[in-house]
């Protein structure tokens, strides 16, 4: 059991490329999340879905784009990069059914640093 | 819109002290209550939440939250610290029913001295 995996770990781009972080998760979470992280700002929303075949916007989807196939996959696509994206990007899963210990509590992977030159 | 404030942007504590990292919120309706921790170069980790019932709330490590409705707060909480709960750590939000989709505050580095 991985959790989740996200790849690759670190990226360096140039302004203009672009680019997809990958993200799978084994634990048959329907929901599943997209943040960035930059310092001291906590981290914000890009995208969330809440299961296959289904996208929404969160708080800075701006310059992102991203998809839903399957319950495990959802990759986050970065087109025509730009200096503002550097950022640390977190891809997160949760269930949501019920009050259980772990109803509604995110799964975080370790993270992908992204640079953009 | 739900919010989540941290108004420490750092914590200094010496190993066996107490410790307290403030959080309050803003959310209609009832909240839901999370805590999370960072360590170094890794993702957030689940330390504890809050969703309904006893407004102590024990969770992972020895740490606790007290959920104060009057106050909107949700303040974590350890009776003794260790050097090993430095860390950043992060409170988050979200409105009964929409427990999925988390506010995070800005967070609150943690560093425990001997």
């Known amino acids: 059991n991985a959790g989740v995996t996200q790849t690759p770990k670190f990226r360096i781009l140039k302004i203009g490329q672009s680019m997809t972080l990958q993200c799978a998760q084994d634990?048959?979470?329907?929901?599943m999340y997209w943040y960035r992280q930059d310092p001291g700002m906590g981290l914000k929303l890009i995208y969330y879905?809440?299961?296959?075949?289904?996208?929404d916007k969160g708080e800075v989807p701006n310059g992102y784009n991203v998809s839903r196939s399957t319950t495990e996959d959802f990759p986050l696509r970065l087109e025509l990069a730009a200096p503002s994206q550097t950022s640390v990007y977190f891809c997160?899963?949760?269930?949501?059914?019920?009050?259980?210990?772990?109803?509604?509590?995110?799964?975080f992977g370790a993270g992908s640093r992204l640079t953009v030159l | 819109a739900q919010s989540v404030a941290q108004p420490e942007d750092q914590v200094n504590v010496a190993e066996g002290n107490p410790l307290t990292v403030k959080c309050t919120y803003s959310?209609?309706?009832?909240?839901?209550l999370f805590w999370y921790v960072q360590y170094p170069n890794r993702g957030l980790q689940f330390l504890l939440k809050?969703?309904?019932?006893?407004?102590l709330v024990k969770g992972s490590y020895g740490f606790e939250a007290e959920f104060n409705k009057s106050q909107t707060s949700f303040h974590l909480k350890k009776p003794s610290a260790l050097v090993s709960d430095s860390a950043l750590y992060f409170c988050?939000?979200?409105?009964?029913?929409?427990?999925?989709?988390?506010?995070f505050g800005t967070g609150t580095q943690l560093k425990v001295e001997l």
């Open positions: 997160a899963s949760s269930y949501s059914k019920g009050q259980g210990a772990g109803a509604n509590v995110l799964t």
């Open positions: 634990m048959n979470h329907n929901y």
């Open positions: 879905s809440v299961g296959a075949g289904i996208t």
């Open positions: 959310v209609s309706g009832n909240p839901y």
């Open positions: 809050y969703i309904t019932g006893d407004n």
């Open positions: 988050a939000v979200a409105p009964a029913g929409g427990g999925n989709k988390l506010t």
